[in-house]
């Protein structure tokens, strides 16, 4: 394993990963901690904050070009800014129910399946676990 891929790339992909690994960590505690408390608001906006730095990043790395520079990553990203408006909207006017499926649904989908993806051949992640 080394870090020298990911820290060799354009600084947007450094960012978007580092930004995410924190968002999996902070969001894996988020998941197994008591809902509700100062605690988790706090940490619960600092997740927000990352996953904010996560999908505005996205919109710099353009190493997979399918429509002009873009792809359909591209739209999880518009996707997952408009859940976490939601999911913060839904938290804000107590509807714990949908800010619970929101926020599941973003770490799951926007961190946990396609950072999979990452690891993929040919990918820096995969470089950075597996050597080139």
Not at 42 to 63: D, K, N, Y
């Amino acid at each position: 394993m080394s870090l020298v891929p990911l820290l060799d790339a354009v600084p947007a992909i450094p960012l978007h990963a580092f930004a995410a690994m924190a968002a999996f960590v902070l969001g894996s505690i988020q998941l197994a901690a008591p809902k509700g408390t100062l605690p988790h608001r706090t940490l619960g906006w600092i997740w927000v904050i990352l996953m904010l730095v996560v999908a505005g990043s996205s919109f710099w790395i353009h190493q997979i070009q399918l429509v002009g520079p873009w792809s359909p990553i591209h739209l999880l990203s518009i996707f997952s800014l408009a859940m976490l408006a939601l999911g913060v909207t839904a938290a804000r006017s107590h509807d714990v129910r949908r800010h619970r499926f929101t926020m599941i649904g973003i770490f799951f989908g926007a961190l946990l399946i396609a950072g999979l993806f990452t690891f993929m051949p040919g990918r820096i992640m995969h470089a950075v676990v597996f050597g080139h």
